[in-house]
Nanobody, 121 residues
Framework: QVQLVESGGGLVQAGGSLRLSCAVSGITFSSYAMAWFRQAPGKERESVAA????????RYTDSVKGRFTISRDNAKNAVYLQMNSLKAEDTAVYYC??????????????WGQGTQVTVSS
């Protein structure tokens, strides 16, 4: 059974930081590209950041470049999203996802249940 479990969300003031974690089980984690997506109320889901299986390649949506950092620890089967300088517009449910290849869209094979991030202004 494949499981992706996000944690680390919460309420933070604008300008603050949060670190999201995603614990993965049931797949050979080190073979998968990983990504973080988010969905705000009334908006479509968007890709936030992605990382290749060996961390050689990372991608970010323009709105988070310079503020968010994606990383992974293949020994711990975990992927992280460090979010700094948070803005109200970062408020959303954040999801982690896994795919065998680093894809540009949302065609990921496995998804977590999400963790809420709320940034107060």
């Amino acid at each position: 059974q494949v499981q992706l479990v996000e944690s680390g969300g919460g309420l933070v003031q604008a300008g603050g930081s949060l670190r999201l974690s995603c614990a993965v089980s049931g797949i050979t984690f080190s073979s998968y590209a990983m990504a973080w997506f988010r969905q705000a109320p009334g908006k479509e889901r968007e890709s936030v950041a992605a990382i290749s299986w060996n961390s050689d390649t990372t991608r970010y949506t323009d709105s988070v470049k310079g503020r968010f950092t994606i990383s992974r620890d293949n020994a711990k089967n975990a992927v992280y999203l460090q979010m700094n300088s948070l803005k109200a517009e970062d408020t959303a449910v954040y999801y982690c996802a896994a795919a065998l290849v680093l894809v540009a869209g949302d065609e990921y094979d496995y998804w977590g249940q999400g963790t809420q991030v709320t940034v107060s202004s």
